[in-house]
């Protein structure tokens, strides 16, 4: 089973849907982050957590929220999706402790479109 | 702001020649640097994470170098092989952990 896990893999909803994605992990990494890859883009923080009661806006937040449910769980949503938010979508976690030596692990991506 | 800029963009080598990715970020203030690799349709896999006091990684065939001061790295593979066909990420980590990627460069490796 994969470490960091996504779901749903792809998605395709109407704009002003409201939409979840999850993602959930069995590292037992505290810090877990959501990002966005858009063509010609690279990836782009939009939230990030050190722990449960600890939430972060990253580069690009409008347009999203965050839960972080457990030490395990952290759920990105989309209150009222727009064809802009039409992207790949990652989630990653890291360990505490560190910053010099502490890489990021990524799951495999949810595909969103939004019509 | 950090930028992380990759050249080329995309890359077309036959199989067995060894091959350098570029690098370069604008603000040396940086905890590491970590090269990925993404397959299409998959996530990212971390190759080899360079701190920042440290000049270089090696893993297998791969080896990465990093000199903060000119804010550049690079990514040397060996005897490159069709199966390291992929994109491949360079992202520096600043505070709070926060990565900020390149755009990748897509390399094809040919028969």
């Known amino acids: 089973d994969a470490d960091v896990t996504q779901t749903p893999r792809n998605r395709i909803t109407k704009t002003g849907k409201r939409i979840m994605l999850e993602c959930s992990q069995t590292?037992?990494?505290?810090?877990m982050y959501w990002y966005r890859q858009d063509p010609g883009l690279g990836l782009r923080l939009i939230y990030y957590?050190?722990?449960?009661?600890?939430?972060n806006k990253g580069e690009i937040s409008d347009g999203y929220s965050v839960s972080r449910q457990a030490q395990a769980k952290f759920s990105l949503s989309l209150e009222s999706a727009i064809p802009n938010q039409t992207a790949l979508y990652f989630c990653?976690?890291?360990?505490?402790?560190?910053?010099?030596?502490?890489?990021?692990?990524f799951g495999d991506g949810t595909r969103l479109s939004i019509l | 702001k950090q930028e992380v800029t990759q050249i080329p963009a995309a890359l077309s080598v036959p199989e067995g020649e060894n091959l350098v990715l570029n690098c370069s970020f604008t603000?040396?203030?940086?905890?590491?640097l970590q090269w990925f690799r993404q397959d299409p349709g998959k996530g990212l896999t971390s190759l080899l994470l360079?701190?920042?006091?440290?000049r270089e990684q090696t893993s297998g065939r791969l080896n990465a170098s990093l000199d903060k001061s000119s804010g550049r790295s690079t990514l040397y593979i060996a005897a490159s092989q069709p199966g390291d066909s992929a994109t491949y990420l360079c992202?520096?980590?600043?505070?709070?952990?926060?990565?900020?990627f390149g755009t990748g460069t897509r390399l094809q490796v040919t028969l």
């Open positions: 990653a976690t890291s360990e505490s402790g560190t910053e010099s030596n502490q890489p990021q692990h």
């Open positions: 590292k037992g990494h505290d810090r």
């Open positions: 603000d040396s203030a940086i905890y590491n």
């Open positions: 957590s050190f722990d449960v009661k600890d939430i």
């Open positions: 360079i701190q920042s006091s440290q």
């Open positions: 992202a520096v980590t600043g505070t709070a952990s926060k990565l900020t």
